[in-house]
């Protein structure tokens, strides 16, 4: 079968383990550099140093009224599971909210986006196929403009759709962005 897979490296900074290498390794989200914005959210960033060719994946944390990017279809398969919290999901133009368990299910090309909505935070795990490469479409919708998700004019180009938006910047988990599970071991230790 060939050589065996080996170990990737991780690198511990001020925003948490980055992943510097490729192979395979066992990370908790809560030790995971993260990646933040005012508008939206955070999201975990489990790639690191590297672009996974075959299957994005991320946890995304959004607070009310944060929206997870702007509404948008991809040339690629998506799924989406709602583990804590609430949102309103726009697809396809039409809203539905959103609450723990719910999944859905995006064939390439439907239009969606996610907004936070309740009291407090909302997890979704996030996946995506990145096979046969990334092409996306960032179309101007109302539904999505009635929560400030839509772009203003359609285009292609993710920097031009998010150009009215701050910075995203790295940073270490914060305590509540994720359910409680109890205490966590830190990287290495047994659990």
């Known amino acids: 079968m060939g050589d065996s897979v080996p170990e990737a490296r991780l690198k511990r900074t001020e925003a948490g383990l980055v992943v510097e ?56 398969q998506e799924d989406f599971l709602v583990v804590s919290g609430g949102c309103v999901l726009v697809i396809e133009g039409h809203e539905r909210h959103l609450k723990a368990w719910d999944f859905v299910h995006c064939p390439p090309w439907t ?40 772009v203003l004019e359609e285009t292609s180009n993710p920097e031009e759709a998010y150009a009215r938006f701050g910075k995203e910047e790295r940073s270490a988990y914060r305590e509540g962005w994720l359910p409680s599970l109890g205490a966590q071991a830190e990287p290495g230790e047994e659990e």
Request: glycine share 16%; proline share 3%; hydrophobic share 35%.
């Open 21 to 76: 290498s490729e192979g395979w390794f066992v990370l908790n989200s809560r030790h995971v550099s993260w990646i933040r914005s005012e508008e939206r959210g955070q999201d975990t960033d489990f790639e690191g140093g590297q672009e996974w060719a075959q299957l994005g994946f991320r946890i995304h944390v959004l607070m009310p009224g944060q929206r997870n990017g702007m509404y948008h279809g991809e040339s690629g």
């Open 111 to 150: 239009q969606h986006v996610f907004v936070g909505a309740g009291e407090g935070p909302c997890v979704i795990v996030m996946a995506g196929s990145r096979v046969g490469g990334f092409e996306v479409i960032y179309p101007v919708n109302q539904a999505a403009a009635r929560h400030d998700a839509s």
